[in-house]
């Protein structure tokens, strides 16, 4: 299913919402996966701490289902997780279970703990905790003993238990060792930090997953929240209208959307006006080489 600006806003509308939705007439953005062509939107959703709450409490409980409703009312796709993040998979789940429409949901998660015998038995346990009847990625979560995972992702996926399989890394770290990974072993995706104040992976990440027809994951897309903290005092330029950006989410979304090696980003949030903001980043114009520049520019003058 795909949805256009027009639907984006009567979705806004039956939710009671009136918003500031970028003025033009472009359909969602979506992005192939390089393995299969699949399309899937160019705009996700994180769960680090964002979704580590306590279950027993029911307000919190109804809150991240909202955001998770309205993820996929708005065209989101991918949700991103870890059994590194405390109960955020147990939400999930709850929370699935009272959303009937996510035939969108392109459900991602990971293996974080060494050894085969606790890697298999950890997915098993992630299976159980999102309900589906099979789950789209599964990455190793910070390359940790990806050595042993990825014969057991590789099984898993020819036995239909998961769809596609990848790797994680972020902030910088083992980038070396990723490159080894991407350059000699068969990936889905990769998943690791891009944005406008941290551009290292321009490098040779990006290009490189280009090159090996790799499907790219951006995480920590606002640098844990640190590019509000260090701009939202600032206005936007005057020609962020020309991209349809009305604010720096979208501002810092649609950085990291544009550039051609990226599949999707996944910004985490535990705030519904927030992830309307960054849902807008969706939709609308994005940003040309020469306009990316104009963006890094502006910025750094900031
Ligand atoms: N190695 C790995 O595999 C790895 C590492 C890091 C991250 N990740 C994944 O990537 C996801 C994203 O990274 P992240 O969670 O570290 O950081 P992030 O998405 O860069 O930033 C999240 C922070 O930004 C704030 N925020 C979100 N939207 C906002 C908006 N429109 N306006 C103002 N503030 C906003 C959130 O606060 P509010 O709750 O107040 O909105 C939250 O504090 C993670 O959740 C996780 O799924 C994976």
Redesign the pocket.
């Known amino acids: 299913m795909s949805i256009n600006r027009r639907q984006f806003i009567s979705c806004l509308a039956m939710l009671g919402i009136s918003f500031d939705v970028p003025a033009i007439s472009s359909g969602r953005h979506l992005r192939s996966i390089p393995s299969t062509g699949e399309k899937i939107p160019a705009v996700g959703?994180?769960?680090?701490?964002?979704?580590a709450i306590d279950v027993d409490d029911q307000d919190q409980l109804s809150s991240r289902e909202a955001i998770m409703r309205e993820f996929l009312q708005l065209g989101g796709g991918m949700l991103?997780?870890?059994p590194?993040?405390g109960v955020a998979q147990e939400v999930i789940g709850k929370s699935l279970k009272h959303i009937d429409q996510h035939d969108d949901l392109f459900s991602a998660t990971?293996v974080w703990t060494r050894g085969h015998r606790q890697g298999f038995l950890q997915m098993e346990e992630s299976m159980e905790l999102w309900g589906l009847p099979r789950l789209d990625l599964m990455?190793v979560?910070?390359l940790l003993d990806w050595k042993t995972h990825l014969p057991t992702l590789r099984e898993m996926k020819e036995e239909g238990e998961i769809r596609y399989i990848g790797v994680?890394?972020?902030?910088g770290?083992r980038h070396d060792e990723l490159i080894s990974i991407m350059q000699h072993e068969q990936l889905d995706f990769v998943?690791?930090?891009y944005?406008i104040l941290d551009r290292e992976a321009e490098q040779t990440l990006l290009p490189l997953a280009q090159e090996k027809g790799i499907a790219v994951?951006?995480?920590?897309?606002?640098?844990?929240?640190?590019?509000?903290d260090r701009f939202?005092s600032y206005r936007l330029p005057t020609w962020a209208s020309e991209i349809d950006c009305t604010?720096?989410?979208q501002f810092f979304l649609k950085f990291i959307i544009s550039h051609p090696a990226v599949t999707c980003a996944?910004?985490?949030?535990?705030?519904l006006?927030?992830?309307r903001?960054?849902m807008g980043a969706a939709y609308g114009r994005l940003p040309d080489a020469p306009t990316r520049e104009r963006m890094i520019e502006y910025v750094r003058s900031l």
């Open positions: 959703l994180g769960s680090w701490l964002t979704f991103d997780s870890s590194m993040y990971k990455q979560h910070n994680t890394t972020s902030h770290r998943q690791f930090t944005n994951i951006i995480n920590r897309p606002f640098q844990r929240g640190g590019l509000f939202e604010n720096w989410a996944i910004p985490a949030t535990s705030q006006q927030h992830l903001e960054n």
